[in-house]
């Protein structure tokens, strides 16, 4: 398993009491697999993908990523991890809007360290391969919405993640361009063995992904009816 949520717990303050944000989640996503997580406004989906992005530690329970128990880890610990074996894709593909589509994905070396011509060439093919090839020297404003989706997609991939953590993808697209992106993070999983949790309103394409999750008060279930696979 490339991520697994074992009996996990995040709370928060609520008055005199605490808001069960994450209610014993269990989750496991394989590499190659694309699963959804849908459910109601304030169910927990930030929270899942914060807990499973090592952004926020739970009150109990594991997260283990990649195979690595992250329980007890420093914050630094957490960093390198999630630098090294995490993506994250949000909402609003959040590019700068003063740099190329290029170098938003040079930005991440930056952070990360590491030769810049090596890097180079990277990002040009991982731009190139999500049908980027003639927009390298684009500025976020010079692309569409699905082509800026797409930059940031390929940003995610710099690191070579094992696991891709996707926020609400298509909330800013059309249908059409909705379900290439969506398509495209099907294909993104097997090609490059990746394992992508994607939480999404967007129920009409969930016949793209390969198991479709629920999450309700905090509450985690898996949705056999509408899963593909
Ligand atoms: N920092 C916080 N402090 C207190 N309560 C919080 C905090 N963050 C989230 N919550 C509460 O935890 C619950 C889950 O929130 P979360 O953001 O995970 O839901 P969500 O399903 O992602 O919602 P949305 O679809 O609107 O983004 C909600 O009831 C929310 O109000």
Redesign the pocket.
């Known amino acids: 398993m490339s991520i697994t949520l074992r009996d996990t717990v995040l709370t928060?303050?609520?008055g005199d009491t605490r808001?069960r944000?994450?209610d014993n989640v269990t989750f496991a996503v394989e590499r190659s697999e694309l699963v959804a997580v849908t459910?109601?406004?304030?169910?927990?989906?930030?929270?899942?993908?914060?807990v499973a992005g090592l952004l926020t530690v739970p009150d109990s329970g594991t997260v283990v990523v990649d195979g690595v128990d992250t329980t007890g880890l420093s914050r630094a610990q957490r960093t390198t991890l999630r630098r090294e074996r995490l993506g994250f894709v949000f909402q609003q593909s959040n590019l700068l809007a003063s740099l190329t589509a290029t170098e938003q994905l040079l930005m991440m070396t930056h952070l990360g360290g590491g030769r810049v011509r090596a890097q180079r060439e990277r990002a040009r093919d991982l731009l190139s391969g999500l049908g980027l090839g003639s927009h390298l020297d684009k500025r976020p404003n010079q692309l569409s919405g699905g082509q800026r989706q797409r930059v940031a997609i390929a940003r995610s991939l710099m690191n070579d993640p094992s696991v891709l953590l996707v926020d609400?993808p298509t909330s800013a697209l059309d249908e059409a361009r909705s379900r290439e992106i969506v398509g495209l993070l099907a294909t993104l999983a097997r090609e490059r063995d990746v394992a992508i949790v994607m939480?999404t309103?967007d129920l009409a394409q969930l016949d793209l992904v390969d198991e479709v999750y629920e999450?309700h008060s905090?509450v985690l279930t898996r949705n056999a009816s509408t899963a593909a696979a």
């Open positions: 928060y303050p609520d808001l944000a994450l459910g109601p406004s304030g169910s927990g989906k930030s929270s899942l993908l914060a609400e939480v309103h999450m905090g």
